[in-house]
Each structure stands twice: as C-alpha cells, then as structure tokens.
C-alpha cells in the first residue's frame, strides 16, 4: 500500500525566509502528487499538483514542489515566506487502484508552519 | 461560482442522537468522498462514491453511512451519535486524476 512520510510535525521560519517542507512517498509506480494548506478550522486548499512530464511545479501563492523519483521525494519550497503562510501544510499521494478500491487520497500527517516576525 | 459547500460547520450534540452532514458541490463532479481528521493528524478516507447509488466504505473503518441519490449531494449519517465520533469531517470531490476539492469541514462534537 502506498503512505506518505511528513517527516517534519513543526518548522519555524523567519518572514522572508526561505521554505522547504519535505515529502516522501511509498508506492510502486509514480503516483500523482499533491500538496494541501489548510488554515485553522478550515478545508483543505490545494497548492499544486505533479501528473507528470516537467518535474519541477509551480502552484498558487508563490510555492513550487520538485518531484524527484530516484528519492521518492516532493518537497514543497518558498523563496521567501509571509506572515499569512502559517498553517497545516499537506502532501498527498492519489493512485488508481486495480481490481477496486479506492482512488482517494493518501495523507501525510502533515507539516505545521510558524512564522516568526 | 463552481465550489463546494458542506453545513453545518460546527455541531454539538448530545450522545445517542442521529446526525446528517450535509455536502454538496456545483462542479459537476462524479467522484465525492468522505475524510475523517483528528485534531491535528492526517485526513483518513471513509466513504467515497463514483457516481449515483454508488457508495463504498474507504481505508478507515465508520459506523457512518452515505448516500448518493442525486450528483450533487452527498450527505454522510450517523444513526447514534458518541463521544468517539467527535472530529472533523471533510468532504471532496474529484473528477481528473485524483485532483480533490475541499468543502470547509464539519468539526462534530459529541457530549
């Protein structure tokens, strides 16, 4: 079965810092992958996606992941952070599972980012 | 506007009593499913559905139950809510590669 490994539950960061949240997936073909934000109280948004060709991916509000498949990685990377991007950060694995079952989302536990000012 | 709508948002009630989470969304979309998230801990997948009067239990075990008679709406249903039920449920629709979309969540507290 495939599983996502979220291996950071906290980051801090300084406003205008960099950001780099890291991924690694389990799964015996490349799956499609995704990265979520969600705020407090809040649904899940999603930031980007990879389906495939170019490996490196642009999202909304300036975040970008590179899928990288010899180390099963998809880190999601900011150049420089704002205040507003504290929140529960998510990446997730999407596979299409033969002989039935679901083609739901697998989660990581996901990455919780504060912004220090 | 296309988007995805879940009430309520928050609901306390009291042990025993029967609960439907409303979803719905205006994408148009066949594939809806159901998560389940614990305060701070990943989203588990307990309903999903391919399409009308399809349903099917997901990865992690529910004493809830859905129904998809219209596209639309997809409500989930707890005939005897407990204390154990208490969490926020979350419900997405897809219909490319697995590309979800998020409603807002229902966060359950059961006394």
């Known amino acids: 079965a495939q599983s996502v490994t979220q291996p950071d539950i906290h980051i801090t960061v300084s406003e205008g810092a960099s950001l780099e949240l890291r991924c690694n997936y389990s799964?015996?073909?490349?799956?499609?992958l995704f990265w979520y934000v969600q705020s407090p109280g809040q649904g899940l948004q999603l930031l980007l996606k990879y389906f495939s060709g170019d490996t490196l991916v642009q999202g909304i509000k300036g975040f970008e992941a590179e899928f990288k498949r010899s180390q099963s990685s998809f880190n999601l990377r900011k150049p420089s952070v704002h205040w507003s991007d504290a929140a529960e950060y998510f990446c997730?694995?999407?596979?299409?599972?033969?002989?039935?079952?679901?083609?739901?989302?697998?989660f990581g536990k996901g990455t919780h980012l504060i912004i220090q000012p | 506007e296309a988007d995805i709508y879940q009430t309520p948002r928050y609901l306390v009630i009291g042990t025993g009593k029967k609960i439907t989470l409303e979803c719905s969304q205006t994408?148009?979309?066949?594939?809806m499913y159901w998560y389940q998230q614990d305060p701070g801990m990943e989203l588990h997948l307990i309903h999903y559905?391919?399409?009308?009067?399809?349903?099917e239990k997901g990865d992690l075990s529910s004493e809830s139950t859905v129904s998809r008679i219209r596209t639309e709406h997809f409500p989930l249903t707890l005939e005897s809510a407990r204390p154990s039920h208490t969490s926020q449920y979350l419900c997405?629709?897809?219909?490319?590669?697995?590309?979800?979309?998020f409603g807002p969540g229902t966060r359950l507290t059961v006394l």
């Open positions: 997405a629709s897809s219909e490319y590669k697995n590309e979800q979309f």
């Open positions: 799964y015996g073909a490349t799956p499609y």
């Open positions: 559905s391919y399409g009308v009067n399809s349903t």
């Open positions: 994408m148009g979309h066949d594939k």
């Open positions: 997730a694995v999407g596979v299409i599972r033969s002989g039935g079952g679901a083609d739901g989302l697998t």
